[in-house]
């Protein structure tokens, strides 16, 4: 019954027998085997929900906040459900529903007051939630085009830009809510156009503070590692929990109850640094300070958000007791990104035994990969002996299906070895625009893994197995990269060689993504309740 009563899929056979209970009872509105039921249940699917929620299954039944909802059993009760009716405002209940129900302090108090009207004026227009996302992203590169001029009127407009480019950004979502306008090609620009237009700004920032003679490149790239490894810290730990069983946890416990006071809700949403919070601080910072002092910042911001989350999720993963299921170890080898070399080791090397092998091996594998590369000369064939000792125990840590309690912790910590190496190389080369390459070779590797994740949150898994292969996994890129530092020792075809690899990891990487997500057969996602 539409509208009134859905069962999802594995709660079809409990729905028969409700449906078979009651059909015995007939029309005296108790449920063979319940408590009696109250008179606002007493159509068939209040007694079915009953029916079921008394036998065991869970029954979800949404909030109508001002919508009215009644069946009349005469005709008094009929005007007044009537008059109920017609005393809603229709038009104020849809501009709040065009609001996120959870989102941050500063979008939820400084920008969705506004923006939810200006969603309004654009559906009036005829306008598009694609075209609005489209207008937020040319907003967003203006931005960072104004921040490369480097200079102070360029970093208040770029500070101003970025926020007007944050407001289009609420729209957009809040247009799609208001209108009921929703689409695969619309989820997927929203999704992945927040990281291009704030990746795309710490590059103009970089721009910037190179024109003023100062080198900022290396903070930039550490800003955009230290996001995306937060980012894949939510994702892994997420999509490790999304159907677990039996899912308790005394520190869960906790954080339910700090959410049920008012303030401790708002300062956790702040600590986070949400996108909210962090764009508007890196656009007024912009505005009165310098790119160095925006990074500066922002790497103390993030850094502080993620041990805070880090740690909080560690404690519900130690102190839960849950079994991870088959899909959850699914997703997160296919946000492993593992490679030819990783995927060999895997299949004919040793399984490593005991719950916490896989996250040690990893976060091991991680740790000498990134000494290596801090430690050993540049360009000394150490450090690509190290890639290789890295390529092996990577494979090793996913031997075997990834549902211990920490499993969660092998992705960030794959995404932090490649990363960070591929950071340092560049930043200890040396060499003319190697940073920059780098920059643009990370932004590449990051938008395959939010590709990775929107096609899981989507239902479709990850992305072909060949394009894996084709851009060769995390433990492939790095020894490609470690062999590049060995062969072109401060040579500037190291950055010539950075920027080919770049370039085609992003063709093979887009092409087959934009293929994907046209097709008619691609899920929409939705970001609702993200706030990083």
């Known amino acids: 019954m539409p509208g009134a009563l859905t069962a999802q899929p594995e709660a079809r056979p409990a729905l028969a027998s409700a449906l078979d209970t009651t059909a015995e009872t007939g029309g005296a509105g108790v449920p063979a085997g319940s408590a009696a039921v109250p008179v606002a249940d007493r159509t068939l699917p209040g007694r079915l929900a009953a029916t079921m929620d008394a036998g065991g299954t869970a029954v979800q039944r949404p909030e109508l906040g001002s919508l009215v909802a009644a069946v009349p059993a005469d005709e008094p009760e009929r005007a007044a459900a009537h008059g109920a009716r017609d005393a809603v405002?229709?038009?104020?209940?849809?501009?709040?529903?065009a609001v996120k129900a959870h989102d941050g302090f500063f979008t939820t108090?400084?920008?969705?007051?506004?923006?939810?009207?200006?969603?309004?004026?654009?559906?009036?227009?005829?306008?598009?939630?694609?075209?609005?996302?489209?207008?937020?992203?040319?907003?967003?590169?203006?931005?960072?085009?104004?921040?490369?001029?480097?200079?102070?009127?360029?970093?208040?407009a770029a500070g101003l830009l970025l926020l007007f480019s944050f407001v289009l950004d609420c729209t957009d979502g809040q247009l799609a809510r208001?209108?009921?306008?929703?689409?695969?090609?619309?989820?997927?620009?929203?999704?992945?156009?927040?990281?291009?237009?704030?990746?795309?700004?710490y590059a103009g920032l970089a721009l910037g503070a190179a024109r003023g003679g100062d080198d900022v490149w290396a903070l930039a790239l550490g800003a955009m590692v230290l996001q995306a490894c937060r980012h894949v810290i939510d994702f892994s730990f997420n999509e490790a929990n999304h159907d677990a069983v039996a899912n308790s946890s005394p520190t869960a416990a906790l954080s339910d109850r700090l959410d049920s006071v008012g303030w401790t809700v708002w300062l956790r949403r702040m600590?986070?640094?949400?996108?909210?919070?962090?764009?508007?601080?890196?656009?007024?910072?912009?505005?009165?300070?310098?790119?160095?002092?925006?990074?500066?910042?922002?790497?103390i911001g993030c850094a502080f958000?993620?041990?805070?989350?880090?740690?909080?999720?560690?404690?519900?993963?130690?102190?839960?007791?849950?079994?991870?299921?088959?899909?959850?170890?699914?997703?997160?080898?296919?946000?492993?990104?593992?490679?030819?070399?990783?995927?060999?080791?895997?299949?004919?090397?040793?399984?490593?035994?005991?719950?916490?092998?896989a996250p040690a091996t990893a976060l091991l594998a991680g740790v000498?990969?990134?000494a290596s590369a801090l430690s050993q000369p540049f360009g000394s064939w150490h450090t690509i002996l190290a890639a290789v000792v890295y390529a092996m125990l990577s494979g090793m840590a996913v031997s075997r299906p990834l549902k211990g309690a920490l499993d969660w912790l092998v992705p960030p910590a794959f995404r932090a070895a490649e990363h960070c190496t591929v950071l340092v190389l560049a930043a200890r080369s040396d060499v003319q625009g190697a940073l920059p390459a780098a920059f643009g070779l990370v932004s590449a590797v990051a938008y395959h893994h939010y590709d990775t994740v929107?096609?899981?949150?989507?239902?479709?898994?990850a992305p072909p197995q060949w394009l894996v292969?084709?851009?060769?996994?995390?433990?492939?890129?790095?020894?490609?990269?470690?062999?590049?530092?060995?062969?072109?020792?401060?040579?500037?075809?190291?950055?010539?060689?950075?920027?080919?690899?770049?370039?085609?990891?992003?063709?093979?990487?887009?092409?087959?993504?934009?293929?994907?997500?046209?097709?008619?057969?691609?899920?929409?996602v939705h970001d609702e309740g993200e706030t990083a």
């Open 305 to 357: 958000a993620a041990c805070y989350t880090t740690a909080g999720r560690l404690l519900r993963s130690l102190t839960r007791k849950a079994e991870r299921t088959d899909r959850a170890a699914r997703a997160l080898a296919e946000l492993a990104d593992s490679g030819p070399i990783a995927q060999f080791v895997s299949a004919v090397g040793p399984r490593l035994g005991g719950s916490w092998s």
């Open 368 to 370: 000498l990969m990134i």
């Open 454 to 461: 929107y096609r899981i949150r989507g239902g479709t898994g």
């Open 469 to 524: 292969r084709t851009i060769g996994g995390h433990e492939g890129r790095t020894l490609v990269v470690a062999v590049l530092a060995a062969v072109f020792t401060r040579h500037a075809a190291f950055t010539v060689a950075l920027t080919t690899v770049a370039v085609a990891v992003a063709l093979v990487v887009l092409v087959e993504s934009i293929r994907f997500w046209v097709s008619s057969g691609a899920p929409a």
């Open 89 to 97: 405002d229709d038009e104020a209940v849809r501009l709040r529903s």
């Open 271 to 299: 600590i986070v640094l949400p996108i909210g919070e962090r764009w508007a601080m890196i656009a007024v910072l912009t505005a009165v300070t310098t790119p160095r002092t925006v990074f500066y910042a922002l790497l």
């Open 109 to 156: 108090f400084f920008i969705s007051p506004y923006s939810r009207y200006i969603a309004r004026w654009c559906a009036r227009r005829g306008l598009t939630p694609n075209q609005v996302t489209t207008a937020s992203l040319l907003t967003a590169l203006i931005a960072a085009g104004s921040a490369a001029t480097g200079t102070r009127g360029g970093y208040i």
């Open 178 to 201: 208001y209108s009921l306008q929703y689409s695969t090609m619309g989820a997927w620009l929203d999704a992945t156009f927040d990281r291009a237009k704030e990746y795309a700004y």
